[in-house]
């Protein structure tokens, strides 16, 4: 005999749309902050959308120092979560390795180094020898170096989803799962309310927090949320021995992988340089809980043929199971978090660029605190979803990007990088003007922009570098002939 669902309310203060982790994390941290009257929808199950195949990395030091203490309050919260809730979060602080094989990869990590030395984080610049002492698995004949970060660990993403429902339904949260909202209530520019499958319910305050179908909900009311999935790929091998509960998080950015222990074994995971885009965000079949897309190994090739140089076990052991699990990806590879600009009260937190676990207590308490406070204690302006416009919605343009942003996570961070994708978008009458005097374009709101011109002759690209910048001498001969 089937259970009766539970009564919906026909009215909460606050409806939340999508029960991953960043929605479960925004009604804990609303209710920790006194706001009870919350209502949390979810089509499926906790957790059953993208939140459950993550691979639960949380590294702490992200580009900007604000991105930093968002993660650092997630290690905190993480951390602390069983005693509070009596449910644990599967975190474990067991440090992270990220090793160098090129020259301007060390220069990148030196760097890393010091900017974590400026945030306060414990971070070491180690030998090739002393991370393999950490990692000893690992094979260090071809790495120039490497930082340890201690402070780095793991967490299971579908405990730490229902230890933070948890921790919201003990103060009051009401979560409905199987229920799926099919439209916005607006009146006069602002939201008012949501409806369902099983009858509308009225709200003052909306939050879209509905991961790779956030698109969908937000065009369900004319708000454009600018993200588009693609697939993302790892495998879990069977036992390996040296593989251990504590062993650290390792990243090889040149070789596009990651490694965490699973069980005795491995998680071999990574970003390749060209993304495979899943379909159109308005296409997204349903239901699709707790599902992965098919096996590709020919597209997984790359990645493992790397994690084999980096841990040569690996080239003997069996894989004991496939994921290819859809994930959000943004223009920008930045998440996406704050009021929509088109409709007031609306509020979104999406598009989490596969950092969604470690970024999610950090991401729940800065939205929690711009729907109760008006703003975030952080400067979140990097997330914040007025940074778009209308047009970064296109879905081919979004298909065109995603391929090439998926690979950046682990691409070398170079000074004035340009995204070469879904270009060119925006041109200005005097666009074939500017080419023609060998102008080298960057790309700001769409619009071709010329960034320096390059004399004639001369092939205007830019190289990117650490040093002194190929383009610099023009630019100066610029600003003398013009002074």
Request: net charge negative; with cysteine.
């Amino acid at each position: 005999m089937t259970a009766e669902p539970a009564q919906l309310p026909g009215r909460a203060r606050v409806v939340i749309i999508g029960g991953g982790v960043i929605g479960a994390s925004v009604a804990y941290h609303l209710a920790l902050m006194g706001w009870t009257d919350v209502l949390l929808l979810e089509q499926g199950q906790l957790s059953c959308g993208t939140t459950w195949h993550a691979a639960g990395l949380v590294g702490q030091l992200r580009a900007t120092e604000n991105g930093t203490r968002l993660v650092q309050y997630s290690t905190e919260l993480y951390g602390r979560l069983e005693e509070e809730t009596g449910l644990s979060a599967g975190f474990r602080r067991c440090g992270g390795v990220t090793v160098a094989r090129t020259h301007d990869r060390m220069v990148q990590l030196r760097r890393t180094a010091a900017t974590a030395e400026a945030y306060q984080l414990d971070c070491e610049l180690i030998t090739p020898a002393q991370a393999r002492d950490r990692y000893p698995i690992m094979a260090v004949d071809d790495i120039a170096g490497a930082i340890w970060l201690p402070g780095d660990g793991r967490a299971n993403p579908t405990d730490l989803t229902a230890a933070l429902a948890r921790g919201a339904r003990d103060r009051g949260v009401l979560i409905r799962e199987r229920v799926r909202v099919t439209g916005i209530r607006t009146r006069a520019g602002a939201v008012t309310g949501v409806h369902t499958d099983r009858g509308d319910i009225e709200a003052e305050i909306v939050v879209n927090c509905a991961g790779q179908w956030a698109k969908q909900v937000g065009a369900m009311c004319g708000v454009t949320v600018p993200l588009h999935s693609a697939e993302h790929f790892y495998v879990v091998t069977e036992r390996i021995d040296g593989a251990h509960r504590d062993l650290p998080v390792l990243r090889d950015p040149d070789g596009y992988t990651y490694f965490k222990e699973e069980v005795g074994g491995l998680v071999v995971g990574g970003f390749e340089p060209e993304a495979k885009p899943w379909v159109a965000p308005d296409e997204l079949p349903y239901p699709f809980e707790f599902r992965l897309l098919d096996e590709d190994w020919d597209h997984f090739a790359i990645l493992m043929d790397s994690a084999i140089a980096r841990i040569p076990v690996l080239a003997e052991t069996g894989i004991k199971k496939f994921y290819n699990g859809p994930e959000s990806f943004t223009p920008d590879n930045q998440f996406i978090l704050g009021e929509a600009p088109e409709l007031r009260n609306f509020f979104v937190g999406a598009g989490f660029n596969s950092v969604g676990i470690a970024s999610a207590g950090g991401a729940g308490r800065a939205l929690a605190e711009w729907i109760i406070e008006g703003e975030p204690s952080l400067d979140l302006s990097a997330v914040d979803i007025r940074r778009f416009a209308r047009f970064n919605g296109n879905n081919q343009w979004l298909h065109d990007r995603v391929s090439e942003v998926l690979g950046l996570h682990y691409a070398v961070p170079w000074p004035n990088r340009e995204l070469a994708t879904a270009r060119p978008f925006r041109r200005s009458p005097a666009y074939h003007l500017l080419k023609q005097a060998n102008a080298c374009f960057g790309s700001r709101m769409g619009w071709e922009r010329a960034n320096y011109f390059a004399p004639p002759g001369q092939d205007a690209a830019i190289e990117y570098g650490w040093g002194q910048q190929s383009w610099q001498p023009w630019s100066n001969a610029e600003q003398r002939a013009a002074r």
